[in-house]
């Protein structure tokens, strides 16, 4: 029996969409509130927005796909859900950056694992960073009413074999280790949602809150690039947006201006600052773009007698914190360990080689297991982070320059995960770097890690959390908004997406940007309805 389409049937029942591909001509918009990015933070605010009472209009760049569509193939996934045709790089080509492009943003094709932001991260940001009103106790109500909203809590079936084996591992050398808590309800327990979930089991801004947001009678605009914002300096008259063609890959031609009284910006950590600066916003204290921060990961592998078949079930379950903060905040970069789902294309590009090598690497697919490190990054001086600028044709790139400080978190993090690989059983271990080979025993690994040429290109790295450049925090000098999100400069203008935070936060950001963009749409609101 096949699954309903609840977005598909909503269209069908009147929802207010609009396909900016399909424009025969030039558009003029007008709304209370504007919303640039249907992702956590945009669809979040929409949602909260719409049932205060005010007319939303919600914009995205990429295509509407709903759960229809999602065929759990990688090459139909990969090219029309996430940005850049899943070709997002840092500017020097080193780092693959995986961000969602679609209605309902990366929340549409995110792993699930759902964190508060960690006490340690906001405490740091309040005494380092003059964040106010963000304490883990403030944030609390926030944080359970969106737990409650998309059905957050911990996984409740065993793990996948990929999972158990991090588990085990660190059972067996003492290490802690937890449940993930995840964002579904009635889950298959398919494994692929980093392709769109066919089912509609996970929670995401597609099947929740942007229908919230329909039937409020708030409004979608798809297929449309925000290009500038126009403004004086001190507000902002207007938005202009180019029509892209069905694949999101070329403009056509169409081109759409919206008129709000307030503008939300929610592009995520790339887009935002690259909106804000294609936009020329003022900058006086040159904060714009600065300080963005990736969580840098990087991959060892491990080959085990028994079948691991990555690429089924919950693909994240079980997470360690143990490295994460038993240095301080402020000490040697701390991890976050849990493991990515493995499905061939991904597998293939990320284990790397060619010829023989590879085809042996994707033969040995079933029996093998792959643990990532988040390395948290941004609570100390040597990590300052990266910078988005824009390329010559106005698109954004973030510019990320991998500090020592950084590098030996990655050593340390290749030696954590083998040692926890061959406690879990592996026969072999592969720290995934250009220069390693399988090597079968711990003292053997210990060795080669110790000995690699760390640097770009020969380790390979990656990241799907990209945070901060558009920092809050009271000082002008220092922040680009304020803890409420409203920008310094641009007086009806708010930012609420993961670009606010000014650091990493050592956690994997969906909930974060929930709860923290759920306080600041009901302030928002309170405010604008004071203003009527």
């Not at 996948?160 to 449940?179: F, I, P, S, T």
């Not at 690429?311 to 903060?325: E, K, L, N, R, V």
């Not at 592969?430 to 760390?454: C, F, W, Y």
């Not at 641009?490 to 963009?517: C, E, K, M, R, W």
Request: aromatic share 6%.
């Amino acid at each position: 029996m096949p699954v309903p389409d609840l977005f598909r049937d909503g269209l069908g029942r009147g929802w207010k969409t609009r396909d900016a591909s399909r424009l025969d001509q030039d558009l003029s918009l007008e709304t209370d509130i504007a919303i640039i990015g249907s992702g956590a933070g945009g669809a979040t605010s929409a949602e909260l927005l719409s049932a205060a009472g005010f007319k939303v209009l919600l914009i995205e760049e990429g295509p509407l796909k709903t759960s229809s569509d999602f065929h759990m193939l990688e090459d139909q996934a990969y090219a029309s859900l996430y940005q850049e045709g899943i070709g997002r790089m840092s500017k020097d080509g080193a780092i693959t950056i995986l961000q969602g492009r679609a209605v309902g943003g990366t929340t549409l094709i995110n792993w699930t694992s759902s964190f508060r932001t960690p006490e340690p991260t906001l405490e740091h940001w309040a005494r380092e960073h003059g964040v106010k009103g963000l304490s883990s106790a403030e944030l609390a109500p926030w944080f359970a009413r969106m737990e409650q909203r998309l059905g957050i809590e911990p996984w409740i079936m065993p793990p996948n074999a990929n999972n158990e084996a991090l588990r085990r591992g660190c059972e067996a050398l003492g290490y802690n280790w937890k449940v993930i808590p995840r964002n579904v309800r009635g889950c298959w327990n398919l494994g692929y949602c980093g392709m769109g979930c066919p089912v509609n089991a996970k929670q995401s801004m597609l099947v929740t809150s942007i229908p919230a947001t329909l039937e409020h009678g708030g409004e979608l605009l798809y297929l449309a690039r925000a290009e500038r914002l126009e403004h004086n300096g001190e507000q902002i008259s207007g938005l202009h947006c180019v029509a892209m063609d069905a694949r999101c890959v070329e403009p056509t031609g169409r081109k759409i201006r919206v008129k709000a009284r307030h503008y939300i910006l929610a592009g995520g950590g790339i887009n935002s600052p690259g909106l804000l600066l294609r936009s020329e916003a003022p900058d006086p204290h040159e904060r714009l773009g600065k300080r963005t921060f990736l969580h840098l990961v990087n991959f060892s592998a491990g080959l085990f007698k028994d079948q691991v078949n990555p690429f089924y079930g919950a693909p994240q379950s079980i997470y360690s914190d143990h490295f994460q903060w038993r240095d301080g905040v402020s000490g040697p970069i701390g991890y976050k360990l849990e493991v990515p789902p493995l499905h061939p294309a991904l597998a293939s590009t990320l284990l790397g080689s060619f010829g023989k090598e590879n085809a042996l690497r994707m033969e040995q697919l079933p029996h093998t297991h792959v643990m990532l490190a988040l390395l948290r990054d941004g609570f100390h001086p040597d990590s300052v982070g990266g910078e988005v600028q824009l390329r010559g044709d106005g698109s954004p790139v973030l510019d990320y320059q991998v500090s020592p400080y950084a590098w030996d978190g990655v050593r340390r993090a290749f030696q954590s995960m083998a040692e926890i690989q061959f406690a879990a059983g592996a026969e072999s271990v592969l720290p995934v770097h250009s220069d390693a080979r399988h090597v079968k025993t711990l003292a053997e690994a210990r060795q080669m890690i110790d000995g690699l040429n760390l640097e770009l290109f020969r380790t390979r790295l990656g990241s799907a959390h990209v945070m901060g450049g558009c920092a809050m925090g009271e000082d002008p000098r220092q922040a680009v908004c304020d803890s409420l999100g409203r920008h310094h400069q641009l007086a009806n203008l708010s930012i609420h997406d993961g670009s606010l935070f000014p650091t990493s936060i050592g956690a994997n950001p969906q909930l974060s940007v929930y709860g923290l963009t759920a306080r600041l749409s009901d302030a928002l609101a309170e405010r604008l309805a004071a203003g009527r």
